[in-house]
C-alpha cells in the first residue's frame, strides 16, 4: 500500500521495510505507514448504470442513499453509458422521488468510464444492453454488474447465510423474464412516479443483504 501511495504521487521505484515499520521507496522518499487496523475504514462503492443519467441511474442513487442513511459504509453514486454530461436530474423524475419522502439535491451527468468500474463493488445497470457495453469497456467487471432486476431477482433466492456479494459473483442471470427497466424519461408524471416506486421496491431487496456485508467488514476490521 505504501508504494502504491508512492506511485500516486508521482514516486517510481521499489520499496523496503525501513525503521518502526515504516516504507522507504527506491526513489529514497520515506512513504507514509499504513494506518492501524483499527483505523481503517472499507469504503464499498455501489454504482448504477442507465442511458443518459438524468432518470433512472440518478433516481436510484437518491433512493439509495436515503434507504441506507448516514450510517452506512456505501458510496452510492451514478453515472450514464450516453449520458447528457452535466445535465440535472430530469424535473418529472426529481419530483417523483420527492414525491415518496427522498430529497434530491444538485447532480451532474456523468459518463461511466474504466476508473468508476474499477472502483465499483456492486454496478447496477437498467438495462441488459448497458451492462453488455460496460462489459465490452471492461470485462473483469463480469463478476460484480448486473441489471437492477437480475440482483433483486437473484437476491431474493440467495439460500441462507451466503454472502450477498460473492453469490452474485458465482451466480449466473436468472432465466426468463425481461430483465430491462423501462427508461421513463419524457412519458409523463405516472410513469416517473411507477418507476421511482418499482427502484425503491427493487432497492427493498438488494440493500439490505449488502449493507449488512460492509458492516460485517467494518466489525472485523475494528
Known amino acids: 500500500m505504501a508504494c502504491a501511495v508512492a506511485a500516486r504521487a508521482g514516486a517510481i521505484g521499489t520499496c523496503r521495510s525501513g525503521p518502526v515499520g515504516d516504507s522507504v521507496c527506491g526513489t529514497g522518499e520515506r512513504a507514509a505507514p499504513e494506518p492501524p487496523i483499527a483505523q481503517r ?20 442513487e437518491f433512493i439509495a442513499r436515503a434507504r441506507l442513511g448516514s450510517a452506512s459504509d456505501w458510496q ?3 453515472a450514464g453509458v450516453r449520458a447528457l454530461v452535466g445535465e440535472d436530474i430530469d424535473p418529472t423524475m426529481a419530483d417523483a422521488v420527492r414525491g415518496i419522502g427522498v430529497e434530491t439535491t444538485p ?7 474504466l476508473a468508476m468500474l474499477k472502483d465499483a463493488d456492486l ?18 467487471a463480469v463478476r460484480n454488474t448486473f441489471t437492477i432486476r437480475s440482483a433483486a431477482l437473484l437476491l431474493e433466492t440467495i439460500p ?4 450477498p456479494l460473492p453469490y452474485l459473483a458465482h451466480t449466473k442471470t436468472p ?26 421496491a427493487l432497492l427493498a431487496t438488494i440493500l ?8 460485517t467488514a467494518r466489525l472485523q476490521t475494528a
Open 107 to 113: 447532480h451532474v451527468a456523468r459518463q461511466v468510464d
Open 76 to 78: 452510492v453514486s451514478s
Open 41 to 60: 475504514r472499507l469504503v464499498p462503492s455501489l454504482l448504477f448504470v442507465c442511458h443518459a443519467n438524468i432518470a433512472r441511474s440518478v433516481s436510484a
Open 123 to 140: 454496478v447496477l445497470a437498467f438495462e441488459g444492453t448497458h451492462r453488455s457495453w460496460m462489459l465490452s469497456e471492461s470485462p473483469k
Open 208 to 215: 439490505p443483504g449488502i449493507d449488512a456485508v460492509a458492516r
Open 175 to 200: 432465466p426468463g423474464g425481461d430483465v430491462d427497466f423501462a427508461d421513463p424519461y419524457g412519458r409523463g408524471e405516472a410513469a416517473a412516479r411507477q418507476a421511482v416506486a418499482e427502484i425503491d
Open 160 to 163: 441462507r447465510r451466503a454472502a
